[in-house]
């Protein structure tokens, strides 16, 4: 899932990395995620949360919510749309190319994936990636949510789970020294990879539709009490919610994540579906 963004908030505001300062000195522990919390998925545009809301996603040119925990999400395995030209003015190297020379892309989204095959590319797209983080800690979130982990899945197989794995751990390992906990985006298979335990330094998941793909319990033995899934058609809201009881936090979005007011806006809970 990837979120919609106001134009003037695709464009990167530096000229090396994008927004963001660099990581804080001694940055704190990071708090960890309420167990079991009241989640919101707001990556589609800021919103007040119902008050009952505990956990808040948001894309990182957003501000936190005030009084919530907030997380901030960033695209971290492949390029927005609109930031296309940036990555190729600054970074050209670090946009995978398949054999024919073309970019690989993600094509439900229009989005470049970002070439973590080689060592040097992964530690030039954490620091990137890194300084994002760091302006997330900035602002006052606690916590990333990574999106695109799977990105080796549309890679016309130019990347591999091994890639994702160690580029993903320099990634957590730069929201920890931001001083946030840091949320695995989907990919059941790496905590399959990890024996059934947190993959790549990991804190907690984001499991996009965990319900109606039979991964919840995936996620759940991997992070217990941590487990955030956003399902975005209700016929799949029963099964995800069998395992409210067990930690999961369940919320239905509908697929664009669209803010209140809009036609197309959905928001529920297990509550509406008891």
């Not at 799977?150 to 931001?178: C, I, Q, V």
Request: with cysteine.
């Amino acid at each position: 899932m990837k979120r919609i963004l106001a134009v003037a908030a695709l464009v990167p505001l530096a000229a090396c990395s994008g927004p963001g300062g660099a990581a804080p000195v001694d940055a704190p522990a990071p708090p960890p995620l309420p167990e079991s919390p009241v989640l919101d998925y707001q990556i589609g545009g800021a919103s007040t949360p119902a008050e009952d809301v505990e956990v808040v996603i948001r894309d990182r040119e957003d501000p936190p919510a005030e009084g919530v925990y907030s997380v901030c999400y960033v695209n971290g395995f492949q390029t927005q749309p609109q930031e296309l030209a940036w990555w190729e003015a600054e970074h050209p190297g670090l946009l995978l190319r398949g054999g024919d020379g073309e970019y690989v892309v993600d094509g439900e989204w229009d989005e470049v994936l970002l070439d973590v095959s080689s060592p040097d590319n992964r530690e030039d797209l954490a620091a990137i990636m890194a300084e994002w983080m760091a302006g997330c800690a900035a602002d006052g979130y606690q916590g990333v949510e990574l999106d695109n982990l799977d990105s080796w899945t549309r890679s016309e197989g130019l990347l591999t789970p091994g890639h994702a794995e160690s580029y993903a751990r320099l990634l957590t390992e730069a929201a920890h020294e931001a001083g946030l906990v840091a949320g695995q985006k989907n990919a059941a298979e790496l905590i399959e990879r990890a024996g059934g335990g947190p993959a790549a330094g990991f804190d907690f998941a984001v499991a996009e539709e965990c319900g109606r793909y039979d991964e919840c319990g995936v996620y759940l033995g991997a992070y217990p009490d941590r487990v955030l899934d956003v399902e975005y058609r209700e016929q799949d809201m029963p099964a995800a919610c069998e395992y409210v009881a067990e930690g999961v936090s369940v919320v239905l979005r509908d697929l664009d994540v669209t803010t209140p007011g809009d036609p197309a806006h959905v928001r529920g809970t297990c509550a509406d579906f008891s």
